[in-house]
């Protein structure tokens, strides 16, 4: 699998995540205090998986490129 078809593979992942986030948020609108909190928790946690799954496919379609070595965190 090249690098490409991984990042393809990612941003489809980050669409799931995506529509299951919208989902829960859904949810949350009409639940009990308890669930409400549990399904809100649990966006936040989508949320972060999210960012880090763009993040990962980013750096794979731009692992070839110099803009990929732009995007190092300094230390």
């Known amino acids: ?26 949810q949350a609108k009409t639940a009990e205090p308890e669930e409400k909190s549990r399904l809100e928790q649990r966006v936040r946690d989508l949320n972060t998986l999210l960012r880090e799954t763009r993040e990962t496919a980013l750096v794979l379609e731009r692992y070839y490129t110099r803009r990929y070595y732009g995007r190092q965190k300094k230390r």
């Open 1 to 26: 699998m090249t690098l490409l078809r991984m990042a393809a593979s990612y941003r489809q992942s980050c669409e799931l995540l995506r529509l299951r986030i919208i989902a829960l948020r859904d």
